[in-house]
């Protein structure tokens, strides 16, 4: 099984889709102007003082915690060590270029998600690719709107919303505690069941106190950690580049990983742990209270780079610095290595919270993501089967082994991402004269104060 899922798993996130995924980003951060840099400061200072008016179900503080919720998560920790160990040092590189171009997807995909918003038969808003394929396409684009929502429900209940999350916090309280992992996966399982049922209002509460506390959290740990290490840090960052762009390790103890090795394994861990061009992150962009879809765009943009820019090469640099790259351990089990190396057995605690929140708060996100698709796919008639059918998977993940499940939520998010993808790219004009017209209001409410 782990053959074949590998053997699809290079198939398709082979050179066309990566080349497509970070060659939108190419195209829109050009169409765009560097937008990712020229607005950023704009973007972090919107994320507490948008206006939060219009139509939605969700201020836009809270819309960018649920879907930070979704991204933050196992792909920080367990992500970006999995990239290391297969690709060394330069896949780091590579995460922080498909975060870079992703920051202009993610902008892109957002805003198109509050351009084209709906309101469902439960007077929810629902949003999203299916939503901006269908109804900025055009009709005859449905079929492409209809395979981003199949791939979405299944990323949801088989990749990055389920068993992934679920087994890194199964290893990680197993090392930590020594907790069977039938107790942790109930334990689980009781808790996502009674936040999904309170539908995106109840999620977004939970996410909007966690997601900050928690990112905190673990910023202070590995930036402690990289002070303990500081001598290391410029070694480090200097391995990280020649890395990208060599054949071979610079270290002893890696057999060594080519070029596109790195690059595949850094933008693969990279999408999977920021989600630009995924088509996720819309999904929950789309129920913000704003009138203009460009501003939640920027608010969602940060997400990347909180996600990847921030976060993941905090975890990178201390795999790295600590020099638990190159022994056996993988996974959560790498990090907690280098958490205990210098933190002693508090740093494993550390770590376990830390993962444990990032990936409970992930499925959360995933959960809401998944629902949406599936009304997009048969209505709100099936919503609640959905959440069943949902939780039910949450108590099978104990059940599955560490590669496979990887492998396969590579492959689901891959599928997901083709048609979403296609879209931005033929959405681009509408997502540059939106941009325009924002960029316009704000002008005049400047020359207005004056």
């Not at 684009?141 to 916090?169: D, E, H, K, W």
Request: net charge neutral.
């Amino acid at each position: 099984m782990l053959d074949l899922l590998n053997t699809i798993d290079s198939f398709v996130w082979g050179p066309p889709l990566l080349v497509l995924l970070v060659g939108t980003g190419i195209l829109l951060t050009i169409r765009l102007g560097l937008i990712q840099i020229v607005k950023l400061p704009m973007a972090l200072k919107l994320i507490f003082c948008a206006e939060s008016e219009g139509e939605g179900d969700v201020n836009s503080f809270k819309a960018l915690c649920t879907a930070l919720a979704a991204t933050v998560g196992t792909g920080n920790i367990v992500g970006v060590a999995t990239a290391i160990k297969a690709g060394g040092p330069g896949a780091l590189f590579w995460m922080w270029i498909a975060a870079f171009f992703g920051m202009a997807t993610k902008y892109a995909e957002c805003l198109l998600a509050v351009k084209y918003r709906t309101v469902d038969a439960n007077g929810e808003i629902s949003g999203g690719p299916m939503y901006y394929i269908e109804n900025g396409l055009g009709k005859a684009y449905r079929p492409l709107a209809m395979t981003f929502a199949v791939f979405g429900v299944m990323c949801a209940c088989l990749g990055i919303g389920s068993f992934a999350q679920v087994n890194s916090i199964i290893d990680i309280t197993k090392i930590t505690l020594g907790t069977d992992p039938l107790i942790t996966g109930g334990i689980i399982t009781v808790l996502v069941g009674i936040i999904t049922f309170g539908g995106l209002q109840s999620i977004a509460k939970v996410t909007s106190a966690i997601v900050p506390a928690m990112a905190v959290l673990y910023f202070l740990c590995t930036v402690g950690i990289l002070i303990m290490h500081a001598s290391a840090v410029p070694a480090a960052i200097k391995l990280v580049l020649d890395s990208a762009f060599s054949t071979t390790a610079a270290q002893g103890g890696f057999l060594g990983a080519t070029v596109i090795l790195a690059m595949r394994s850094g933008v693969a861990r990279g999408v999977f742990s920021n989600e630009s061009g995924l088509g996720s992150a819309p999904i929950v962009a789309a129920a913000a209270k704003t009138k203009w879809s460009a501003e939640q765009g920027l608010v969602s943009m940060t997400g990347t780079f909180i996600d990847t820019i921030i976060i993941c090469t905090l975890t990178g640099l201390t795999l790295i610095c600590t020099g638990v790259w190159c022994g056996p351990a993988n996974g959560a089990a790498m990090t907690a290595i280098a958490f205990v190396s210098t933190y002693g057995n508090f740093g494993n605690v550390m770590l376990m919270v830390g993962l444990s929140l990032f990936a409970f708060t992930t499925i959360l996100g995933w959960n809401y993501y998944g629902e949406r698709c599936m009304e997009y796919i048969s209505g709100t008639k099936l919503i609640k089967p959905y959440r069943i059918l949902f939780i039910c998977i949450i108590g099978c993940a104990p059940f599955l082994k560490l590669e496979e499940i990887w492998a396969l939520a590579d492959i689901v998010n891959g599928l997901m991402a083709i048609p979403n993808l296609i879209a931005l790219v033929m959405l681009s004009g509408v997502v540059v004269s939106e941009t325009k017209l924002y960029m316009e209001h704000l002008k005049e409410v400047k020359a207005q104060k004056k």
